[in-house]
């Protein structure tokens, strides 16, 4: 067997610093959950002396934990299965159907990724409040989908020109309708794409809080990322509380992305192999 090359080495071993670097924070968090305030404070660094689990209880109870992540999680659920769907056949049909207006229209979509939100928060903050929709997961959930819809649509072209168009051609000679084969052909073709837009738009929701803060604003409403919010004040920050509440709502989205991880890793992989 070959001796391993120096080179080969060092970038091994500068791959796991990276990693380690990458995630330190996330461990830094669990470890600090388990401890009370005064031991944050003075060794944060330091593993737990015992396992201190007062924390945990309270934040369970106090930032109304099940509540929170049943609402964020049927935010996810709704503003990912609408926008995907939405945005493959969005994409599918300005691929297939070229010429000047879907041109126009695409660049409409991906103009509409460089506006910072910032800019247009205000605007959205007055419409919302005139439909009666300001404070509603409805509304908020409305609002966002035409965010996220703009980069799934771009990602779903790139992956829709792969798709051979004899396909599509066979089943419409074997009576199938445009939306059979868009559902039936070009959809299954897409799933390592659609794994990709689902993980990555999931991993947006579970972190938005400018928009959240600005629609979410009633107890009932509240998602993960508002009800941690809630441990800081303009007089005191409750570290041990507020580390605690980060760390439960760590859980569920790294197991979804573990679980999801192989289906990324194919969707990458098709992207470079194919186009």
């Known amino acids: 067997m070959k001796a391993r090359k120096p080179v080969r080495i060092l970038i091994e071993i500068f791959g796991v610093m990276v990693g380690i670097l990458f995630v330190s924070p996330a461990l830094l968090v669990i470890i600090n959950s ?8 003075k060794t944060p660094f330091a593993l737990p002396k015992t396992f201190y689990i007062d924390n945990i209880v309270y934040v369970i109870k106090n930032m109304k934990y099940f509540s929170a992540l049943f609402n964020t999680l049927i935010i996810a659920v709704v503003v990912v299965s609408v926008t995907v769907v939405l945005s493959a056949m969005a994409g599918y049909k300005l691929t297939r159907q070229g010429g000047k207006l879907s041109a126009v229209i695409t660049m409409l979509f991906l103009s509409s990724l460089l506006v910072p939100f910032q800019s247009i ?3 959205i903050a007055k419409i919302t409040s005139m439909l009666g929709i300001g404070n509603s997961m409805i509304g908020y959930i409305i609002t966002i989908i035409p965010l996220y819809a703009p980069m799934g649509i771009f990602v779903c072209m790139g992956f829709v020109k792969t798709v051979p168009e004899s396909l599509e051609e066979a089943a419409i000679i074997d009576g199938c309708s445009p939306y059979g084969v868009f ?14 837009l689902v993980v990555m738009f999931t991993l ?16 009932s409403t509240r998602t993960l990322t508002i009800a941690i919010y809630g441990f800081f004040s303009s007089f005191t920050n409750r570290w041990d509380y507020a580390l605690t509440a980060l760390a439960l709502s760590i859980i569920p989205i790294t197991l979804f992305y573990l679980f999801m991880q ?4 194919k969707g990458i992989s098709a992207g470079a192999v194919k186009g």
Do not use: C, E
């Not at 388990?34 to 404070?41: A, Q």
């Open 204 to 219: 947006w929701i579970w972190n938005d809080y400018a928009l959240a803060n600005m629609m979410l604003t009633s107890q």
């Open 121 to 123: 928060m205000i605007p």
């Open 34 to 41: 388990f401890k009370p305030v005064g031991d944050i404070l």
């Open 183 to 196: 559902f039936r052909i070009v959809m299954p073709l897409l799933q390592p794409t659609i794994a990709s």
């Open 262 to 265: 192989k289906h990324i890793v």
